[in-house]
């Protein structure tokens, strides 16, 4: 089966709490993939209870940059998250039907603490067969607001949030996926352009391995850079 956005989510708590909850539209489902992107003014000790911080998933410079995933019970219709102090935060959710159950294949992340008008996550290189490659970027800024676009390499934005604060530093998240079949030694990479200057900035990238029988695109790729034959794309729920 091929991999498929159920839902996703975002919101921006602008007026700043330790704890956090992130509310789902729908129940999750058992046994699909659930996925959070958290971009805070402070910096989280650990993950939530149960969920998993892989490789690379945790980027922190003047931004606090976390990517959380688990496998669903069945039902859940929030998740908090606790951060270090009272601070502004956003973040942004989705949830995805036909990955094994077993899902994690490889993820890395990077952070610059320098301005930029772009961000771009290191490379990974999936193993052989269909995969869901997620990308997410943050950023922050300490006048004005931050929007993502422009994402890079065919992936598709799925959410884009950010806070909106009267004065103090903003901050900025987003979450794009691509499907598609992998060989085991093209690496892929994502990233995405600030609506401004962003003063510091981070990428994790991570990929989930698909059910079997599914029918990801093929591709012919040179490093980072995928020629697809055919392009799935899983739909808004």
């Not at 219709?77 to 956003?90: D, H, L, V």
Request: net charge neutral; with cysteine.
């Amino acid at each position: 089966m091929a991999a498929a956005l159920v839902q996703s989510k975002s919101a921006a708590q602008n007026t700043g709490l330790a704890t956090v909850s992130a509310l789902w539209d729908t129940p999750a489902v058992a046994g699909n993939l659930l996925i959070m992107s958290v971009g805070s003014d402070d910096y989280a000790a650990s993950p939530p209870s149960l969920w998993n911080q892989s490789t690379g998933c945790k980027q922190e410079t003047f931004l606090g940059h976390y990517f959380w995933w688990k496998v669903a019970a069945g039902g859940e219709t929030s998740r908090s998250y606790t951060i270090g102090s009272g601070s502004p935060s956003c973040w942004a959710t989705a949830e995805y039907s036909g990955l094994e159950l077993s899902p994690y294949d490889i993820s890395n992340g990077t952070l610059l603490g320098s301005s930029g008008l772009t961000m771009t996550t290191p490379s990974i290189t999936p193993s052989a067969g269909e995969r869901l490659v997620i990308s997410s970027i943050g950023g922050t800024l300490s006048t004005g607001s931050l929007t993502l676009a422009t994402w890079l390499n065919s992936f598709a934005e799925r959410q884009d949030i950010g806070t909106t604060l009267g004065s103090g530093t903003r901050d900025v998240v987003g979450l794009a996926d691509l499907a598609a079949t992998y060989n085991g030694s093209t690496g892929v990479s994502s990233g995405a352009t600030y609506s401004g200057t962003a003063q510091s900035r981070t990428g994790i990238i991570i990929s989930f391995k698909v059910a079997t029988g599914g029918g990801g695109p093929a591709f012919i790729a040179q490093p980072n850079r995928p020629i697809l034959q055919a392009v799935h794309r899983a739909s808004y729920w």
